[in-house]
């Protein structure tokens, strides 16, 4: 069975500070790695996704996420938050095989402190 | 126009009362999906579908039921609405020839008084 743990169901930034969301998760076997975004009253989006090849995932809006094996991690940073980075951020993780079941984390609130 | 549209975006209803949610889609993509967000739950599954003919509980079927009626449109039905079922919706699909991305909708908010 898969899981995702997302660290810190809360997180605050001040504008213009590192943002660093932590994922972990368990898988059986190599996993499709995604994190989302969802916008108050909104749906939920892709921000960057780990299928294949490079560990380092760049998405929009500036983020971007590094997948660790030996660590079975997948944290989300950026460099500087923006207000509009303010949102609540979900990762998920997917199996290869055929069903490629979705299992998310409970997300994690980000807010940005002027 | 959403590629995903799920309707109603808003609905609030009383206890007892058979409820439908529809989800429709112009992505062309087989699978598709519902699920429910509590908050400081995530998201959990309550039935996908991989195609018109194949349709499969998720983690919290109890209380639901789903039927597809085209490629582009799955509906989801509560048939006799209970308050601990008050949430906020999601229908997403995906491409099974792809890598389990989901495209969700806007999502649609019930309340059950």
């Known amino acids: 069975a898969q899981s995702v743990t997302q660290l810190g169901s809360h997180v605050s930034v001040s504008e213009g500070a590192l943002v660093l969301l932590r994922c972990n998760y368990s898988s059986s076997v190599p996993p499709y790695l995604f994190w989302y975004v969802q916008y108050p009253n909104q749906g939920l989006q892709l921000l960057l996704k780990y299928t294949t090849g490079a560990t380092l995932v760049k998405g929009i809006n500036g983020f971007e996420a590094e997948f660790k094996k030996s660590e079975t991690s997948f944290h989300l940073t950026k460099p500087s938050a923006h207000m509009s980075d303010a949102a609540e951020y979900f990762c998920a993780v997917s199996d290869r095989r055929g069903y490629q079941k979705v299992t998310f984390g409970i997300g994690t609130k980000l807010q940005v402190i002027p | 126009d959403a590629d995903v549209t799920q309707t109603p975006r808003n609905r609030i209803t009383k206890t007892g009362k058979r409820i439908m949610l529809e989800c429709s889609q112009t992505?062309?993509?087989?699978?598709m999906y519902w699920y429910r967000q509590d908050p400081g739950l995530g998201l959990q599954l309550i039935y996908y579908s991989f195609d018109v003919k194949d349709i499969n509980k998720g983690e919290i079927s109890d209380g639901y039921s789903v039927s597809r009626q085209a490629q582009a449109k799955f509906s989801l039905s509560l048939e006799s609405a209970i308050p601990n079922q008050t949430a906020l919706y999601f229908c997403?699909?995906?491409?099974?020839?792809?890598?389990?991305?989901?495209?969700f909708g806007e999502g649609s908010r019930l309340t059950v008084l």
């Open positions: 997403a699909t995906s491409d099974s020839r792809q890598d389990g991305e989901l495209f």
């Open positions: 992505k062309g993509h087989d699978r």
